[in-house]
């Protein structure tokens, strides 16, 4: 990096700090102020409509079959009983869907009423926002929420009279799609079939091929679905199913709804292309989680017959879900790539994971609410990128414990 690079990059870091510290606190207040739930109490106070389906469920997770000396908070304290309300599908009027930008330039499209509110089952993980609007780094997006009106450029947005929105949803991160977004169109598909009536699916610019065979396995053909434009889209009617992902601990029963809507939907003659029923995620080729001692941590795997299988290359959605569906362990480095376990029959799961304070839950809640065994290891060693070494001795005894779990 030149100097004049170096200089002009540390007055961008210094200018950004003043920024934080002068404008975030006004910020965040006015955001949080017009954060709403489209829940009973706003559908009644704006002549909205409510439909209850499926039942409130509740479910007790074990601790991990396998975690290492060292533990990890983060999945302990998560360990026991959890609930979840009982899903339902709203209807508001008069939404308008913002292709707003972040600094990265990347879509983070959020829908605002003719009042102001922000309603928050349009925008990204909207059951975290009000934590994430707490982190400084966030400024760009309080000021983008909390001073940008949707309604002054009404007249450039699409005009839908009836529509749902999944726009909102990051479309490069597989988990997100997955676990956050595409459990929703449950909701969709129970307001449709007791309205009679079809409502456009909106997604965002980015969406590829994969996502879009994710949503034909799910009854949404391509023709229903409308990209969001540069100016938005203004909602005469739009339809909000409720999050079905709460804190990364996915509803069971929207799992279930998910994996057997797109199983069923997959060709009779997809083959899994794999004789042992052994799967090694491997995040190689990814920016950050990487492994940096993987060519010894698979001369372990190997000789058991574990087939390595870089995620983001498979071709298609139908080749992913035929060579995971049979698997019976399913490890890798935390990432992405481990939620192809929800097209399993049955699996064990192991988790290899960054420090402690770098690994998250997320796998040990997907992998409870689809009924299957856990195991983590998680490294000691702060690196950057969350990169790390994976202890041997450790994996070794981990995976004694997997194998036994997947073969009783």
Do not use: C
């Not at 899994?272 to 940096?292: E, K, Q």
């Amino acid at each position: 990096m030149s100097f004049l690079s170096k200089l002009t990059t540390s007055l961008g870091f210094r200018i950004n700090q003043a920024a934080h510290t002068l404008f975030y606190p006004t910020l965040a207040r006015r955001a949080q102020k017009q954060l709403t739930s489209v829940d009973q109490a706003y559908v009644d106070a704006h002549d909205g409509t409510i439909t209850y389906f499926g039942e409130a469920e509740s479910r007790t997770f074990p601790p991990p079959i396998y975690e290492p000396p060292h533990g990890s908070d983060r999945v302990e304290r998560v360990v026991g009983d959890h609930q979840w309300d009982q899903p339902y599908v709203a209807l508001v009027h008069e939404v308008v869907i913002a292709n707003a930008r972040n600094a990265e330039r990347t879509a983070n499209p959020f829908g605002r009423t003719r009042e102001g509110h922000i309603l928050e089952q349009t925008t990204h993980a909207g059951r975290f926002l009000k934590r994430e609007l707490a982190m400084p780094f966030r400024l760009d997006e309080m000021y983008r929420i909390a001073s940008n009106h949707p309604w002054r450029t009404q007249k450039q947005a699409q005009h839908i009279d009836l529509a749902s929105s999944l726009a909102y949803e990051p479309h490069h991160n597989f988990y997100h799609w997955m676990i956050d977004a595409l459990p929703r169109l449950e909701g969709l598909t129970v307001w449709e079939a007791q309205t009679g009536e079809q409502a456009a699916l909106l997604v965002g610019e980015a969406i590829n091929d994969r996502q879009i065979r994710s949503l034909e396995m799910l009854g949404f053909s391509q023709d229903r679905l409308v990209p969001l434009g540069p100016g938005g889209a203004y909602i005469e009617r739009l339809v909000v199913p409720s999050f079905r992902n709460g804190g990364f601990l996915p509803m069971p029963s929207a799992l279930k709804w998910l994996r057997e809507q797109m199983l069923a939907n997959l060709p009779a003659d997809a083959s899994p292309g794999a004789a042992a029923p052994y799967r090694y995620v491997t995040r190689r080729r990814a920016s950050r989680r990487r492994i940096l001692n993987e060519d010894a941590v698979l001369g372990i795997m190997e000789p058991l017959e574990f087939q390595v299988v870089e995620a983001e290359n498979i071709p298609t959605l139908d080749e992913a879900i035929a060579l995971f569906r049979g698997a019976k362990v399913i490890a890798g480095p935390m990432g992405a790539g481990l939620v192809n376990m929800i097209f399993a029959e049955s699996a064990v799961i192991l988790d290899l994971a960054p420090a402690k304070k770098q690994m998250n839950h997320a796998y040990y809640g997907l992998a409870n609410a689809l009924g299957f065994p856990y195991a983590y290891l998680s490294a000691t060693e702060i690196l950057p990128e969350e990169d790390f070494l994976v202890d041997l001795d450790l994996l070794q005894q981990a995976l004694d414990v997997v194998m036994r779990a997947a073969n009783p």
